[in-house]
């Protein structure tokens, strides 16, 4: 937790140079697979800071389809741009999935699409299935941009 904390502090506070810092409160996922009742509202806390017009660093928590609490680090890699439309991959790690790791960190790739406003946008992932341990799901990010 604080590694997770000491992330977010350096991502809020990122020097001026950063286009934008977005922040997010969580995901709202659709699950493949109705049969689990997973949870689909996964209220939590993020940010997001670009450093380029491909990259952008972030850092979060959130409740994850299994009911626990989840954190996750990394950042998005967004090589493809048509106007508003970005689409890459998130790469980083996560915790907190009961099945995986015990629950601990692991490493993760979540193909990635964004649609960003000035001030409003949209993270859309496709989350992969893998085996037993996490459930497949397409999971929308709102977020808002704070910086001026």
Do not use: C
């Given at each position: 937790?604080k590694?997770?904390?000491?992330?977010?502090?350096?991502?809020?506070?990122?020097p001026?140079?950063l286009?934008?810092i977005?922040?997010?409160?969580g995901?709202?996922s659709?699950h493949f697979?109705k049969?689990?009742?997973?949870?689909?509202?996964?209220?939590?806390?993020?940010?997001?800071?670009?450093?380029?017009?491909t990259?952008?660093?972030t850092?979060?928590?959130f409740?994850?389809?299994?009911?626990?609490?989840?954190?996750?680090?990394?950042?998005?890699v967004?090589?493809?741009?048509?106007?508003?439309?970005k689409?890459?991959?998130?790469?980083?790690?996560?915790?907190?999935?009961p099945?995986?790791?015990?629950?601990?960190?692991?490493?993760?790739?979540?193909?990635?699409?964004?649609?960003?406003?000035?001030?409003?946008?949209?993270?859309?992932s496709l989350?992969?299935?893998?085996?037993?341990?996490?459930?497949s799901?397409?999971?929308?990010?709102?977020?808002?941009n704070?910086?001026?």
């Amino acid at each position: 937790m604080k590694k997770l904390l000491l992330a977010l502090v350096v991502v809020a506070a990122a020097p001026a140079a950063l286009a934008d810092i977005w922040i997010n409160p969580g995901f709202y996922s659709h699950h493949f697979d109705k049969s689990k009742n997973l949870n689909n509202s996964n209220t939590g806390f993020g940010v997001e800071a670009t450093i380029s017009s491909t990259y952008s660093l972030t850092a979060g928590v959130f409740e994850n389809s299994n009911r626990a609490t989840s954190h996750y680090v990394g950042a998005y890699v967004m090589p493809f741009k048509v106007g508003a439309l970005k689409a890459g991959a998130a790469v980083g790690a996560f915790d907190g999935y009961p099945k995986m790791r015990n629950g601990g960190w692991f490493p993760a790739v979540v193909p990635t699409m964004a649609i960003e406003g000035r001030r409003v946008g949209l993270n859309i992932s496709l989350i992969p299935k893998v085996s037993d341990n996490v459930n497949s799901a397409i999971a929308f990010q709102l977020k808002f941009n704070i910086a001026p």
